[in-house]
Every structure is written in C-alpha cells, then in structure tokens.
C-alpha cells in the first residue's frame, strides 16, 4: 500500500531514534566494560592513594550530601506541593510561587554553587562544609520534589475528597487521611528522582563542599568531604599521568552512574507498580 | 473553636510557608549575586567588559572582558541546539506517532534516562571517547573543541526537545490526523504536513527549554572544550563557556577580589540568560496548552 | 430583602390537603460559578421524611442545587451565593457555621460510587472515626448496623476486610450509602445514585431508599422518570437553572400545572 518515499521516511526517523538510543547504549557500555574490572570489594572501601586506590570517602561524602539535601528538601517539596495542589487559589500569590519554582528549576546548576558561596558558605560562615553543600543540593532539588509531589497529589481523585468532606471531615483530616496515604508512593518516586539527580550534580558542591583529596571521614556537619562526581572531575582532568588515574576513573564513573541510573529505574518502576495497584 | 477546627486553619499557613521557600530561595539568589558583585560597579566598572581580554590573573594587566565567554557560550549552546533538533523532533515523531504502544513505553524511560545520567560521567566520556574521536576525524592537535562541547551538549539536550516535543504531538486532536488521513495523505504526508505544523509552539517551546539546560550545562563542556578564552567564532578550536570559567576559577581567587567580582557578575549574566529562555519558553507552552 | 420560613407547610398528597414540617427550606437562592449564574430565585420546601427528587434537563443545576445543601460547593473556587437556606430553621450560610456539623446531618451519595481504596470495614469507619468514635467495639457495631441498613451485610459479611474496590458496582453504591449513614446524618443527598448501575443493582437501590424513607429525609437527583415516579413522594423539576414546578409526585407526572414540565415528562423535549 504505502509508496516507497513513505516508507523510507518512516525508516528514516526510526533509525534517527535508535541511533541516539544506541548511543546511550554506547556510553553506558562503555563505562561499564572498562570500569568494572575495577570496581571491587577493596576499591568500594579503601581510601584513596594519589590517583589509584579506592573511593570511600567520595561515596561516604556524597551519601551525606544527598541525605543532608533531602532531610531539608522533603518536607519544604511535600508541604509546597500541598499547599498548591489543596488550598491554592488563583491569585497572584499562587502564580509568584508557581513562577518561583519554574525559575528555580531553570537556574544552572553553578549559579547555585555561586550562591551557595554567597549565602551559606560566606554570609551564614558555614565555610566549605557539608551543611553548606546539602543546603546548596536542597534549594536545587526542591523543585523536582514539588513536581513530582502535585503530579501524585492529583492523580489523587476529586470524587476521595469529596467522599471525605461529605462525611464532615475537616479539608486537613481529609488531606491527611484520604489523599496523602494514596499519594505519598508517588512523591516518595519524585524524592528519588531528587536525590539521584542531588547525587549527580557537580558544579554546586565545586564551590560550597566538595575537597580534592580527604582520606579521613567527616566528624561534624561543618567538614568538608569528597563526593563521587567531583572525585571523578579531579581524576579525569587533574592527574597529569593519566596512565593511572583512567581505571580509577572509570571505577569511579561506574560507580556514579550505577548509582544514579539504580535510583532513577527504582523511581520509573516503583511508580509504574503504583500506577497498576491504584486502579481507580 | 475545637481543636480540629484550629489546627484545621493553622495547617494551611503551616503549608503555605513551606511553599513560600521556593519565592525567598529565587530572591536571595538575585540577592546574593548581585551583593557580591556589586563593588565592581565602582572599580573598574561594567564597561571593562565589553573587550576581548578575560585574563583576570594576568601580572601585567588584568582583562575582564566577558566577549570571548559570551561568545563561547553562545556558540557551544547554538551549535547544540542545532544538532539537537533533528534528533529531538525525529525522535518524538517516531515515538508519538510511529512506534507501536509497546515500544514507546521502553523508548521513553530510556531516553529519558539519558536526562539522569550525572553530566560529570558524560563529560568524562567526552573526554576519553569523543575528544580522540574529533581529534582524528579533523587533524586537528586537540581533540578538545567547542564542537566536541556541543555535541556532548546536544546530547544532553535531546531528552529534554524529545519528551516535551511528544507531548505536544499527542496533543494533537485526533481528528486532524483523520480528516487528513480520509483525504489520501499517506501517514508521512500528515504527520509533516498537519501534526508537526500543530504542534509547532509545544515543539519550539522543547528546543528552548533544551537551550536553556544547554546554557547552563558546566562539567559537561568544563571537561571537553579546553577552557581556552579565545574571540574566534570557529567550532574547531577550543573554548571556553561562562560556566566554565566560573568552575574553574572560582576555587582560586580571593574571596572579595576584583576576579571574584568579576566570576559573580558571569554568573548574572548566566542566570539572566537561562531565566528569559525559560520564561519565553513557558510562555509559548501555555499558549499551545491552551489552544 | 426579608426571607421569612414557614413553620409548616401544607401540599396536596392523593388529592388531599397534608401537613408536613419542612425540613430544607430554600428561599430566593441563586447560585453563581464565577460570572456564570447556575441558579435563579430557587424557592423550594423539602419535607421532612420524605423522598424528592429533582429531575429536569442536564445541565439544570440539579446537582449544583443538591451541592448547596451540604456546602460542597463551598469547595469549588470563585463560587458565590445568594439568598437563604434553612435546615430545621437554621441558616446553613449563616456566619460562623460550622460546616463539618452540617456534613455530618446532611451525608451525600455520588452519582459515580466514590470508595475509599481501603477495606469495606475502614470506609464505613471513616466517618465515625473522623468524628471521634476510637472504642472498636462501638465501631464495628456501628459498620454492621450501617452495611445491615444499606442491605450490604449479607453480602459482606465474612470479608469485611475485603478492598472495597473489589466490590461489584451496585454493591460500591451501597457501601457509600452505608458508609453516609454510619455517620448518622438526618437527610441523605443522592446525585443519580443509580445511573451507572445495571437494572437489577438499580431496584436494589431504589428498594432500599424507600426503606430509608422512614428515618431520613431523601433528596434524590434522577435522569430517569420512572424511577422517580417510584421511589419519590415529592418532585421538583428544573429547567435552565430554575424551578419550574413542585408538586406531589404523582400529581406532577400525570397533571402538571405548567407546559413546560408537561413537555418534559412527556418526552417532548430533553
Ligand atoms: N464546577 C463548575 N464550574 C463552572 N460551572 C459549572 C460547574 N459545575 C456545573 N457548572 C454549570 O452549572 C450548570 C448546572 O450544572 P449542574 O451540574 O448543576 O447540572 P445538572 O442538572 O446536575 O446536570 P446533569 O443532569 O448533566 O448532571 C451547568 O451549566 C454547568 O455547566
Ligand atoms: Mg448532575
């Protein structure tokens, strides 16, 4: 039926999609086949030594620095997304916040780091610390969290409230026990999708955390630490014998990516379960 | 008034200061900026800028001429953009119209992994993949150039034109597709010639929305464009984005110095350009969500 | 304007003159959503222990109007009205109001059956524990009365624990029912409780609202006539966001005062 000119077309824009699908494939194969060789027991656990040795201390870092950023940034997303989804009206209240969190989502990430330096590292004198960085990560998180929190707050359906209201709850009884129990596996996905996305991010702990080599563990919330994205910066464009540094580099980005790549395809399948058992 | 009803009304100002951290965050970003940048206003003022010298530690004389990162910039994210858009419209065709339910719920998530993947772990790819890749195919001494930078940018920016571009298809009503359909036009002829011209604002908004992450992208082009500030308008050299002069110099100045000023006041710059990209984008998607 | 509520109202039933108390009484109610006008100088009295229902065109404001009387209307943004409604001779819009107790008196079944994603059990107890019942003895009393009086408990009552989801649609329909008399309300709002279900779900329905009758005062909205002719004493019907006409059900079906209605129960129009 279809002519020749059509079908090459469709063939076309097929092999257009696939090739940029190959080449996530590509990378991700990449990093997987020259890092794995790597990554074991040892390189997980051990300290650094110059540019071979392990990475402990980046994944302890980066570990505090995400569950910094999200203790603050939970609650602030959840209670956003809340109050814009329960009790917002149209107003210019409602639009100056909604217009906050588009702007904030836009900002670059190495502008946070520069006010991150500004406000936290400087003006409150965190200094470069973990306190600094996690604040730094939440206010770049928090609008993913606010997101993806009112996408599960309304997938809640109108007809729950009302059942509740009618019965003489109250709006926040009715919030509290015939909405969020149904929405919060929905914004738990979108918390993930923030720490994974805190967890990747660079250029904002360059500035307000991140060292360049710390073989002890932190003690209190105002040291510095390392953290698996920047280690891996440092030791891909620092080391003048790269000769060394490579593989660790690669271990490095094998364990980042996994990591990242693990949270987010725990989020898609977490909300695809969700989805299925709420058959409303 | 029970204590239901109290913490009824009280809960709701509880909520409504929470969502107000989003508004106090945005401002003491400008804020902040615009504090620790403002004494360079009085020395050696904004015109220093506008030269073709950033040499901030230069002994002799320092150049604090932005030219050279603007451009650069400017040219990774236009370059991206541009490659991007073929791949990030195709792409979202296929997966709105073409590809059969099954395949489209496995092509979104993985193409929107791409999104997840830290863009540290990609520019380290650039580096030691594409880089030795450009380097061969061009003859060129170095493999670290702007065009290494905006193909690794342009890749950045697909997910972002792909998956909001498929949304504004799916938006099409169905009905254009079969009036156009029941009057003999083959898929391809309607697709072209009805769904994509429909959706047209959704899919401009997309590719600004991509720009946007692309302008703002750091370790991405920090790590495969060579950091050069050279006023060349030529993809085959190296360059150097604002983002990554920020990166890269900010661990090294003086708090307070004419240089530190200097980095805050590209960060402006930087934060000005992605917010009216944004703006304008968000724009252009509410008109189309609105039609 | 000065709205005055009578204390007693009479209305012909079978030909005869009867006494009734009005238990809902609206007077020159107009409703607004928006600029949008959905009521006109609505002035109806409902009598206490007895079933009407509305019927009119789609798009009428039966169910705007059927909103009103428990404030769910209030949930909607940019909502206004206008004029007086009282319940047992107290206005509902007053000031101060207390909006919870109102919902409590008055309960509400949706014309789409609304369970919670829990147990049959916990969507019965909702309302009870809401208003403060903890002791779960009195509870699970409180869920056999409520499912034994919506005709449920036969059916339910070995998997109390059962997702209420899992019901068939007509049995979701009366666990709503069961779960708005658990809160024991003395008027039952139903908005075509009925018009998703299939026939014999349909007569178990209208069955058991006439059983309510008795003990509550039913509004009841419905697109199908013979349904209200039998399960209603009284009917109010709408057209264009007024009232046209309120009359003893029988009396509007077979002789009604107005053109209008005649043309709709005819089947002339709408
Ligand atoms: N939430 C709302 N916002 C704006 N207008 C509304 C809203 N709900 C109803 N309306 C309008 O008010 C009018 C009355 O609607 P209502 O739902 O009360 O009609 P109805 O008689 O119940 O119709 P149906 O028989 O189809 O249920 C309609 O014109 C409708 O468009
Ligand atoms: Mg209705």
Redesign the interface.
Known sequence: M??L??RS??L???L??Y???C??GF?VF??VIKGIGVVNWSFLTTNPQGAAGGIFPAIVGTLYLVFGAIVVAL??G???A???TE??KQGRLTN??RL????????????????G???FV??FGFGTSILSGSLTLA?MV??TI?VSSEEALRAVPLALRDASLALGA????TIRKSVLPYAIPGMMTGSI?GI??A?????PI??TVAAFSLPQLPRSVYDQVMAL??H??VL??QFPNQDEA?PT?YGT?LV??LL??GL??GA?VLRSHFRRRNKW | MSF??L??RS??Y??????????V??V??FA??I??ALPYMKSPGLGSFFSERWAPTSPLKAGYGLLPLVAGSAMVTILATLIAI??GV??A???AE??GKREREL?K???E??A??????????G???LAPIVKSAFGLPTGLTGLTGAVLLA?MA?PTI?SISEDAIRNVPRSYLDASLALGA????TIFKIVVPAAMSGIIASIMLGM?RV?????AVI?VTGNAAQFRFTPLVQIRTM?AT??AE??EVT?GSTHYQA??WV?IV??FV??C??LVA?RVLRTYRRA | MVITMPAAFTIERHGDPVEFKPKVVARHLSFYYGAVQALFDINLTIPENQVTALIGPSGCGKSTFLRTLNRMNDTIDGTRLEGKITIDNQDIYKNGT?V?TLRKRVGMVFQKSNPFPKSIFENIAYGPKIHGIRNKAVLEELVEQSLKRAGLWEEVKDRLHLNALDLSGGQQQRLCIARALAVDPEILLMDEPASALDPRATARIEDLISELRSDYTIVIVTHNMQQAARVSQYTAFFMEGRLVEFDDTEKLFTKPKEKQTEDYVTGRFG
């Open positions: 279809s002519s000119s059509e077309a469709l076309a824009l097929r257009i999609t090739l940029v699908v080449t996530v990378i990449d990093i609650p602030l959840m209670a956003s809340i109050y814009l009790y917002a100056t916040i906050a969190i588009v702007t904030l989502a836009g900002v670059p990430s190495i502008v946070f780091g520069l006010f330096l500004g406000l400087l003006f206010c928090l609008p606010i109250t709006k926040w009884e999708l994974g996305r967890a990747g991010e660079t250029a360059l500035l994205p920047y891996l910066y891909a464009t490579r580099a980005a980042l990516l990242v790549l987010n395809t898609i | 239901r009803h913490q009824d809960v709701k509880f909520l409504l200061a929470g969502a107000s951290v989003s508004i965050v945005v003491l970003i902040f900026l504090r620790e073929p791949f195709c792409g065709v296929y997966i073409i590809a092509l998530p993985f193409i992994m791409i997840a993947i830290p863009s540290v772990v990609l520019g380290f790819f580096l030691v993949v890749f697909v792909m083959n898929r391809v002829q946007g302008v703002g992208e750091t370790m790590m983002t920020i990166a900010m661990g708090n980095l805050f960060g930087l934060l992605t917010f990209i944004n968000l | 207390d919870v």
